[in-house]
């Protein structure tokens, strides 16, 4: 089983593999990327874009596809030309497609742009382009992907810095575990040298990659060699970009490796911040993207991976273009079908005895149980009407996508039961519940976003039909449990997609909510699982208008503790500022503290009187700056902004001092004079400063506590009308 792969410069490979001392190097010789290319999209789906086409026989390659193998033949790019079959969606059948084997890694993308301009740019389809190079390996040769997983001792090393530096000045704060290796950056690039020597890392986990380039710059400015993988030198696999997504900026960081080691960049690493290496480790081996490139890999990525995977056992290659045409609806289909799931309006206010159901894992199993899949729904085969509200039919033949999200959605089950286990058992170690909470969390992300992405632009066997077909039933769902609960005797306060929060309808009888439940799921095919119980739940207003806001409320769990400090699980929050990056720190704990003293006394009054000692902490100077820190992500270029804002002026500090940021990024800064002009409105958070707004942050904490206790009719001018005439504390303030 492979640890990571390496594409040598004379187009050779490398794979490394853990071994009992280190890790072993094998060389191939005889490597050589594939790639397909097949007819006009016409030839798939009709010039009508029809559901069920059946493309024209043949027994070799069409008259186009055999100019287009005179025109490859003899070119330096490619390695060889062949004949294979193949099947180019999954519902047509396999016939012969023309092979191209590329002369290395780099020329596959080359090949494929000829082949666009040979002809006309719709003359051809090509297939296996733009797959990740270490997984396009291990799906040609059949290599696992995953690391041996009987190393539990998966070796990580860990180089942190302050991420604002940069430069090699900036070496000096490196620190491996916390410690720093150095004072000046030759004895920096020794200890880092030392320490991989001592230790012989498996895995690099860097704060940002970019400290690969720049510990080589040391190295060669101190005269010191330096190998930070098991190789000398390091490949750049990428540069650094900025992307859209959903309408939001985004920053991707320049890329590294290093011979037979995995570099991790914590700053680029979605999911191992959100579960460590061991579930990175565990979404390895289930969808076969090398850990080097799951490190970098978004959701969508990792849930490609897994449906490439699919799609090869099922003799279907990979479209280089989302090119599937959406099928003709009336108007008055699309606007049924072009809704997301139901969101019932709260009941903005203070609720008693409230009980939350989710359906768990709706729309995976929705997908599961329904079989909707790409190539299910609308297929052109079954005259029926499935799907609700749309009348979209649903083919009777299995779809590929249940197939892909079956084993994970039984993984996490069965997770979930053996943490349940654990959390009984006084035996159970936490090394195991760790590694168990780790698995869970991975899969849960994979499973949260499988629907939204088979309605994704560029999603490789994505279709809007289907993502339409999920919300529909997800729609049907919520209304049916809707109207069950109401039945048994349930008031229902607000819902969204798939939970609901219910409590005692008054005189009327109630029948158990486990009972009810248990109906529902059967009825739903999907379980409606009983979440928790709180003393309480508050859901607020809109912040300009007394409707209900669809994300903003907070309760109290019945039973659970409060720890020594923070809210812990006993109050769930979302939406409110201390559920909000750009919140500081000392912001969310007056929210935190605001939150426990309406907990325990539902007071505006003893609220406000807390809220009145932060603030006498604020103008008092008492408050560590750095519990001021504003983080926010830059959505443009700093030229590019017509408002100078506070987030405008940390743009231009950043200039000045050399560290600017481009979109995507995130920008961190304190306020200290919020009326100023210009770059003097903030100071950068690596700079030091006693200084900041004491006004600006006192509006701050005033719309946090706003949020606690607007549910209750206090708004920001009854919070100030009291803060400014009340001299006396209750006891309930301290």
């Known amino acids: 089983m492979v640890l990571t792969v390496d594409f040598l410069d004379d187009g050779r490979v490398a794979e490394w593999h853990i071994a009992p001392d280190g890790a072993d190097r094998e060389v191939r010789e005889d490597y050589r990327p594939t790639l397909f290319v097949g007819d006009p999209v016409d030839d798939l789906y009709g010039r009508a874009g029809g559901p069920d086409p059946t493309p024209p026989a043949r027994d070799g390659l069409s008259d186009a596809l055999c100019s287009l193998r005179s025109f490859l033949d003899g070119q330096a790019a490619v390695a060889g030309l062949g004949v294979e079959s193949h099947r180019q969606t999954f519902r047509t059948t396999a016939r012969p497609l023309l092979r191209v084997d590329a002369a290395s890694i780099d020329a596959v993308r080359t090949i494929a742009r000829r082949v666009r301009e040979f002809d006309r740019p719709d003359a051809y389809t090509c297939y296996d382009v733009d797959l990740t190079r270490e997984l396009r390996y291990c799906l040609e040769t059949g290599t696992p992907a995953a690391p041996d997983r009987s190393v539990r001792d998966l070796r990580a090393l860990r180089f942190e810095r302050p991420r604002h530096e940069s430069g090699v000045e900036s070496l000096p704060h490196l620190t491996v575990d916390g410690e720093r290796v150095g004072s000046s950056p030759g004895e920096v690039v020794a200890g880092v040298r030392a320490v991989l020597d001592d230790r012989d890392p498996d895995v690099l986990v860097v704060s940002t990659a970019d400290l690969v380039p720049l510990l080589f710059e040391a190295a060669d400015a101190v005269g010191v060699d330096l190998e930070l993988g098991r190789r000398p030198g390091y490949a750049k696999l990428a540069g650094e970009s900025t992307y859209t997504s959903y309408g939001r900026v985004g920053h991707s960081p320049a890329r590294y490796a290093v011979p037979g080691r995995v570099v991790v960049d914590e700053s680029n690493s979605f999911f191992y911040h959100e579960s460590g290496l061991e579930g990175c480790l565990d979404l390895v081996e289930r969808s076969g993207l090398p850990l080097q490139e799951l490190g970098w890999a978004s959701i969508g990525r990792v849930l490609t991976a ?194 609901i929060w219910v409590t005692p309808a008054e005189d009327r009888e109630q029948r158990p909510l486990t ?191 706003e949020s606690v206790l607007a549910p209750v009719g206090w708004r920001e001018g009854e919070i100030r009308d009291y803060l400014a005439g009340t001299t006396d504390e209750t006891l309930a303030g301290y």
């Open 306 to 499: 897994m449906q490439i995977r699919e799609a090869r056992r099922r003799d279907v290659v990979v479209p280089w273009r989302a090119w599937r045409p959406e099928l003709f609806k009336s108007a008055a289909t699309l606007d049924d079908a072009d809704r997301g799931g139901t969101t019932l309006a709260p009941e903005v206010g203070v609720h008693e005895d409230v009980h939350e159901l989710d359906f768990a894992s709706l729309y995976p199993n929705i997908i599961r149980t329904r079989n909707l899949s790409p190539e299910t729904v609308r297929c052109g085969c079954c005259d029926t009407d499935d799907v609700p509200g749309l009348g979209y039919s649903v083919c009777d033949r299995d779809g590929y996508l249940p197939d892909v999200l079956g084993p994970l959605i039984d993984a996490r089950s069965e997770i979930k039961a053996d943490l349940a286990d654990t959390a009984d058992s006084p035996d159970a170690g936490g090394d195991e519940r760790e590694r168990l909470e780790a698995a869970s969390s991975a899969i849960k992300w994979i499973l949260v976003s499988c629907f939204g992405y088979q309605g994704f632009s560029n999603a490789k066997f994505g279709r809007i039909e289907c993502h339409e077909a999920i919300n529909a039933y997800a729609r049907e769902l919520l209304l049916g449990a809707k109207n069950a609960l109401e039945a048994a005797g349930w008031r229902v306060l607000h819902g969204i997609v798939d939970s």
């Open 515 to 705: 009972a009810v439940a248990k109906e529902i799921s059967r009825e739903a095919g999907v379980e409606l699982e009983y979440e928790c119980a709180f003393d309480w739940v508050a859901f607020c207003p809109t912040r300009n208008s007394q409707s209900g806001a669809l994300t903003r409320y907070f309760g109290r769990r019945r039973g659970a503790a409060y720890p020594e400090t923070g809210l812990g699980d006993a109050v769930k929050t979302r939406g409110i500022e201390g559920r909000q990056r750009s919140t500081p720190a000392w912001v969310e704990d007056v929210q935190t503290e605001a939150l426990r003293a309406f907990d325990e006394t539902r007071s505006p009054e003893a609220v406000c009187d807390a809220l009145r000692r932060r603030l006498r902490e604020l103008r008092d100077g008492e408050v560590d700056p750095a519990d001021l820190v504003v983080d926010n992500r830059v959505s443009k270029d700093v030229t590019d902004y017509s408002r100078e804002t506070l987030t405008v002026a940390a743009l231009k500090r950043a200039e000045m001092e050399g560290a600017g940021l481009a979109p995507g990024q995130t920008v961190r800064y304190v306020v200290v004079e919020a009326d100023a002009r210009g770059p003097a409105r903030v100071r950068l958070a690596f700079e030091e400063t006693a200084r900041y707004d004491v006004a600006w942050y006192e509006d701050a904490a005033v719309r946090a506590v």
